[in-house]
C-alpha cells in the first residue's frame, strides 16, 4: 500500500501549558508514518516530562545542549541535518523573541539557528503576551524571515481569560504540517467539491440514502487545499468533523445540494464531483408520519437533477472530474458515463471495496486513456488526483 510521504520532523517544546497538546501531536504524527526527535527546552520539562514524548516517540528527547548525545559533541548541527522540518509547538513568548533575535542560548534555540530546513512555528500564551507589542514585532520578524506561523486561536485560555494566543489543536498542526510538503500545483484556482450522500426524505423521520461515507470527497478537499487551492466543500451528511481548511456548506438532499453547487459556481475553475447523489426522490414527501398500514405502500419516485451534467453544460463549464462507483465492468461503465455526462475526467472505484472505508484504489479515465492508482489511504490518492488534474489544465 502507497504510504504518506514519510518525513522526520523535529518538534521543539517550550514552556506553556500547551505542551500537553504537543504530546498529542506526537502521537499523531507517529501514526501518520512520520519520524519525530523531540528536542525540549528546560522550561517545557516542568509542564509535561521528557519520559511522555519519549515513549510516544520512542526515541530518546533531547533537552541540553551539553549532554553529549551527538557523537562528535555537535549535537545542533547533527540534529538539524537530519530533520526535514523544524516545528516548535508550543512556541512560548520567550522563545519567538529567541528566534527573532538569532539567540542561541540553549540546544532548541540553537539548533533553530543551526539549522538548513523549514522551520515552522506555533505560539501558545496568554492574551496580554500575544497582544503586547514586542511579541507582534518578533512575530513580524519571523514573517520576514521566511518562518511558517501556524497562527493562534481565540478562545478560552488556561489563564481563565479569552482571547488571542490559544494554541491550534494537534490535528489541525498535522494537516497544516503536511500541507507545507505538497506541490502548490493548484495555486490560484477555486476548487469546489461535493461529498457524501444525500438524504431524500419519504416523511419527517425516514429516508432514501446511501453508504457513501464522505471520505474521499474530504480528502479531496484537502488535497486541493494543500495545493494551494480556495476550496468551498458542498457536503451531504455524513459523520465525518468538517474540514477547518476548506468553506463548507452542509446540505442534505440533492436538490438542497444543486441549489448550493449553483449559487457557488460562478467563480470556480475546477469542479470536483464527489457526492453520491441519489438517483431519485420520494414524488411527494409526506408532512406527517405515515401510519403503518395492512398492505405495503408503494414509493412513487421522481428523477433528480444529474447536478455534474448540469454544470458541465454551463456555457463556460469548470474543469469538471466525476465520480463512479461501479461493481462491475467498473472502467467500461466509467468511460460510458464520462462520455455522457461530456466531462473530461472521470474517476472510477469498485464501489464495494470503496464506500465507508479509509483506502480504496482508483482508475482515472480521460477521453483516450486510463491510469490505474493502486489501492491506499484516500488522502494518498486524493493527492495524486489532484496532481493529475493539474497536469490535465
Ligand atoms: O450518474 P451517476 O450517478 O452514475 O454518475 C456519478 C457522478 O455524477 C458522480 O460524480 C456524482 O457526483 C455525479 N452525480 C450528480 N448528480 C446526480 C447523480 C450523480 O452530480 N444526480
Redesign the pocket.
Known sequence: MTQINSKRILLGVTGGIAAYKAAELTRLLVKAGHEVQVVMTEAATHFVGPATFQALSGKPVLTRLWDGDAGNGMAHIEVSRASDIILISPASANFIAKLAHGLADDLLSTLCLARACPLAVAPAMNKQMWDNPATQRNLAQLRLDGVTLFEPASGAQACGEVGMGRMQEAAALLIELEALFQPKCLAGQRVMV?AGPTYEAIDPVRGITNLSSGKMGYALARAAWEAGADVVLITGPTALALPPHARAIQVSS?EE??AAVMREIEPISIFI???????YRVAQTAEQKLKKTETAPTLLLT?????????AARPKPPFC?????ETENIAAHAQT?RQ??NIPL?VANRAQNALGQDESELILIDFNASKLLPRAQKLVLARQVIAHISEML
Do not use: C, E, R, Y
Open positions: 461535493t440533492a445540494m444543486q464531483s464527489v457526492a453520491a447523489v441519489a438517483d428523477p433528480n437533477p444529474d447536478i455534474l451534467a448540469q454544470v472530474v466525476g465520480f463512479a462507483a458515463k455522457h455526462k472521470i
